[in-house]
């Protein structure tokens, strides 16, 4: 069901490349692009509907895509659905994409972006929300912590079987150590109790030391944890607060690490 205020739209195709558009009130500059999460097989663009909300109430227009998943479809097919809404995006003619990817998501768009460099489809700027940029750093043991919250979903997600040796060929950090041109400005924003947290620094460092244009930003705390987005709580200040800092991320201009702290 579209949300009330939302708009159903096709950015592809097939009968199944949709998207849900959430309109800022005035005439926005910048489209965001949102890929949901759900551990590569599961979820659907519902899961985006609490940051697209809150990014369009912030002035930024956002279309949250439908995209092929495991186990029917490898990740080449995420990554080309992806591929097709940034050529939509781009017919619109506003003036910045930006690539917005959530968990699993954001591993889609991180592959997607270091993928499509200098073509029309790599977006003006990326946003990664507790991303799986490292596929490494998920191999790694777990604190007794994570563990308890997460019992077993690492070691089924990337030991032995189909789904781990598909995803080991795309690893975006390893893809971005390959690279010599630098990505499109990156804000990775992570929270510390979440499992992908340590990907994401992992892919930050490497990238900060090849000299790429990365913003790392904290979100929450014990009382107010912020995490992936179907978790984000509309009420609670961290999660404003994570949605003014994309929004002030994605107006800035390159280079311009003001608009956005690190937490």
Known sequence: MTPAGARELHYGGRDDQLLTMYDAEAASDALVVAVHGGAWYTGDRSLM????????????????????????????????????????????????????????GAHAVALHTLRSLGTDEAPDLLVTLCGALSLDALRRPRSPDQEARFPGYLSTLTVGGEHADRLERDDPLALRRRLTAAPPPLLAATSAHDFFSASTREYVDEALIRGDDVTLYYCGSAQTECTHSWQLDADLPATARLFDVVAAWVGRTPRDASAAEEG
């Open 49 to 104: 509907a609490t940051t697209a909300e809150g990014l369009s109430a912030r002035g930024l227009d956002v279309a949250a895509i439908a995209y092929r998943r495991r186990p029917d479809d490898p990740v080449r097919d995420m990554v080309a659905d992806i591929g097709d809404a940034m050529r939509w995006a781009r017919s619109r003619g506003v003036l910045r994409v930006v690539l917005l990817g959530d968990s699993a």
